[in-house]
């Protein structure tokens, strides 16, 4: 594990700085939101197994942040080389350091908002606060054998600019997995997640972290997301092959998937 710098500090990406604000703020209420939510750790551990990948990987974790996905990956590939958790949000980063590294000291208020047990897994795992748009800079150079993107892409200021910089950091023939909401191809999908959001997820999030914007900007953003069909397109546009997208079960069928796509070998 690599210690944060003394005071980690967020990013703040161009015109989404107040996203990355708001998950700082919210750091020590999302794994308990999270958890009510039927079937978001296991549509994490799906979009991990459907890396497929070898023992000895190195992974990257990108917009890691409590590290929910990245104990997706630590259960999945306990025999990782290395699993590297990137996020823009110093708050998110310190909460995935201290709910998955034993015997770190919590910070104060956060220690009994830790829902989930400490992964039985030892896997090389390190954080770093960074910019999905610019990995590479914050140190998570690769090439990685496999990365997961789980809710990040939609939250990137430019969704092409963080795609171009992510294919250079695969291996030849790597897989990669944009774990995502995408609802604009279905009128159902949109019916539903328009339905939920602000039926469910807007009345318990606000009720939990006092922050509306947040949760406005959550059911927008879904709903200005690619549909399945763009988000192919925009990948097989940035060289990416071997693109497939693969569903998720429960209320999040339709809604939620798997978006798998590989650097060409050569
Ligand atoms: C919904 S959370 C997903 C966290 C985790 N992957 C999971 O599945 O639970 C989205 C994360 O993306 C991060 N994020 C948003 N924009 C980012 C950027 N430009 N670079 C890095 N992280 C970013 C946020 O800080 C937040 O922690």
Same mark, same amino acid.
């Given at each position: 594990m690599t210690a944060p710098q003394a005071t980690p500090t967020s990013v703040h990406?161009?015109?989404?700085?107040?996203?990355?604000?708001?998950?700082?703020?919210?750091?020590?209420?999302?794994?308990? =939101?999270?958890?009510?939510?039927?079937?978001?750790?296991?549509?994490?551990?799906?979009?991990?197994?459907?890396?497929?990948?070898?023992?000895?990987?190195?992974?990257?974790?990108?917009c890691c942040g409590t590290g929910l996905s990245t104990r997706a990956l630590m259960a999945t590939y306990p025999d990782a080389q290395e699993i590297t958790g990137l996020d823009a949000s110093a708050g998110m980063i310190r909460f995935a350091m201290d709910t998955l590294t034993p015997g770190t000291p919590r910070p104060r208020g956060l220690a009994r908002l830790t829902t989930l047990p400490a992964p039985k897994t030892r896997a090389n795992v390190r954080f770093v606060v960074g910019d999905a748009m610019d990995p590479a800079a914050a140190g998570a150079t690769g090439p990685f054998d496999g990365i997961l993107m789980a809710y990040?892409?939609?939250?990137?200021?430019?969704?092409?600019?963080?795609?171009?910089?992510? !294919?250079? !950091? =695969?291996?030849?023939?790597?897989?990669?997995?944009?774990?995502?909401?995408?609802?604009?191809?279905?009128?159902?999908?949109?019916?539903?997640?328009?339905?939920?959001? !602000?039926?469910?997820?807007?009345? =318990?999030?606000i009720a939990a972290t006092r922050n509306v914007r947040m949760w406005n900007y959550l059911r927008e953003s879904v709903n200005r997301m690619d549909g399945v069909s763009a988000f192919e397109r925009r990948l097989a546009a940035h060289g990416f092959t071997d693109i497939e997208t693969l569903p998720m079960s429960g209320w999040q069928r339709g809604i939620v998937h798997s978006f798998i796509a590989r650097r060409p070998r050569s």
């Open positions: 990406p161009d015109g989404k700085a107040e996203v990355i604000d708001d998950f700082d703020a919210i750091a020590g209420r999302y794994d308990l =939101l999270t958890r009510m939510n039927p079937g978001y750790l296991q549509h994490l551990r799906w979009s991990a197994e459907r890396l497929r990948l070898a023992p000895g990987a190195r992974i990257l974790d990108l990040g892409i939609r939250n990137v200021p430019n969704a092409d600019h963080c795609l171009a910089a992510l !294919l250079p !950091l =695969l291996a030849p023939g790597a897989p990669i997995c944009f774990h995502e909401y995408s609802v604009a191809d279905s009128k159902v999908a949109k019916a539903v997640w328009n339905a939920v959001s !602000l039926s469910v997820i807007a009345p =318990l999030g």
